[in-house]
């Protein structure tokens, strides 16, 4: 699918090595998926971001963890603020088709992330959410839900 300027793929375990590092959101990024999870995640409704100029700026999806239930999940670098709006267009109009429960985490201080969960029609399922030590750094993060029957 492409949109002006981006275009998104179906996920390849290639473009979690492509994604810049040294320009994730709060020094999270593709660091804490290692290979053969990368692999892993050609076989689910995965997808990339990448700019005009060919650079993966975003990779993400969802995982498919039985019959009705999806672990929903995203890297984003800093470059790709700027493509956000036409990114959450796209998410939009496809996530109202992935039927059941789909869970998702937000770093509990990425404020950017929370708006964008409840903009996406994700909610905190059980206030406040919070998931103690629940990141690769020991990081806090607040667990979100959307139900879509």
């Known amino acids: 699918m492409t949109h002006k300027d981006i275009k998104l793929v179906p996920f390849e375990?290639?473009?979690?090595?492509?994604?810049d590092s040294t320009d994730a959101?709060?020094?999270f990024g593709s660091e804490v998926v290692n290979k053969e999870a990368s692999y892993a995640?050609?076989?689910?409704?995965c997808w990339t971001l990448f700019d005009g100029g060919g650079e993966v700026i975003a990779c993400g999806g969802f995982i498919k963890q039985w019959e009705g239930r999806h672990l929903g999940w995203m890297f984003v670098t800093k470059r790709s603020a700027k493509y956000m709006v036409r990114l959450t267009k796209i998410l939009l109009?496809?996530?109202?088709?992935?039927?059941?429960?789909?869970?998702?985490?937000?770093?509990?201080?990425?404020?950017?992330?929370?708006?964008?969960?409840r903009i996406l029609g994700f909610y905190i399922e059980n206030e406040p959410g919070i998931l103690?030590?629940?990141g690769p750094e020991g990081e806090d993060h607040i667990a979100y839900v959307r139900i879509n029957k």
């Open 13 to 19: 375990a290639w473009h979690m090595d492509a994604l």
């Open 25 to 27: 959101v709060d020094g």
């Open 41 to 45: 995640l050609e076989q689910h409704d």
């Open 93 to 117: 109009a496809f996530i109202p088709d992935i039927k059941g429960r789909i869970d998702m985490t937000v770093r509990a201080d990425f404020k950017p992330g929370h708006r964008w969960a």
């Open 132 to 134: 103690k030590e629940y």
